[in-house]
């Protein structure tokens, strides 16, 4: 479905509260296991149940934690330094010396980041230190009704094949196109 069809849902923002809006890369707390004392690591992935898998700091790795046993450690929301799939960026084609422009096409699990190009070259599994953020503006279209972003896991109402009413739905998949399942 193409992102101007697609509006966020009229509900409250609970999941947000309760870690919906945690991404890949975000730092966090979790109670490892569902036990009481919260421990530091990282968010290493999204499932669509709302769920997400979590590299702590001691190495131990966990996956379909629940948001109710996860806190984020970054306060105010995620770090505007972190390189995120959708990124507009400019970076070191084949590790030479010039930038070129593009936007992160994929965030990998080993942190690397695969780049497509404004000139149509695709690039994977390019190290951070070759990549450097072009602007603060990650969308590469305009912005959602209401200024929210539409991810994995978000309550929306889409128009069912390009129809007028609109349908209750939830994002399944990020297309990372302007799409979405």
Do not use: Q
């Not at 690591?41 to 379909?64: L, Q």
């Not at 992160?104 to 230190?129: K, P, Q, W």
């Not at 896991?153 to 399944?172: D, L, T």
């Amino acid at each position: 479905v193409r992102e101007d069809l697609i509006k966020a849902a009229d509900d409250s923002s609970d999941d947000d509260r309760r870690g919906g809006g945690m991404r890949v890369g975000d730092k966090v707390e979790g109670r490892y296991r569902g036990r009481s004392k919260y421990y530091p690591g990282e968010i290493s992935r999204v499932h669509a149940d709302g769920t997400f898998d979590v590299n702590y700091d001691d190495g131990e790795k966990e996956s379909r934690v629940e948001a109710r046993l996860i806190r984020s450690k970054e306060g105010g929301g995620a770090s505007s330094d972190k390189l995120r799939e959708g990124d507009k960026v400019e970076a070191k084609y084949r590790g030479r010396e010039k930038y070129y422009p593009g936007k992160i096409d994929r965030e990998r699990s080993d942190g690397t980041y695969d780049i497509a190009y404004d000139d149509g070259e695709r690039e994977t599994r390019v190290e951070a230190r070759l990549i450097r953020k072009k602007d603060r503006s990650r969308s590469r279209s305009p912005s959602p009704k209401h200024g929210r972003k539409l991810r994995e896991g978000a309550k929306v109402e889409a128009r069912y094949r390009g129809r007028s009413k609109f349908y209750p739905g939830k994002i399944s998949r990020d297309r990372g196109d302007g799409t979405f399942d």
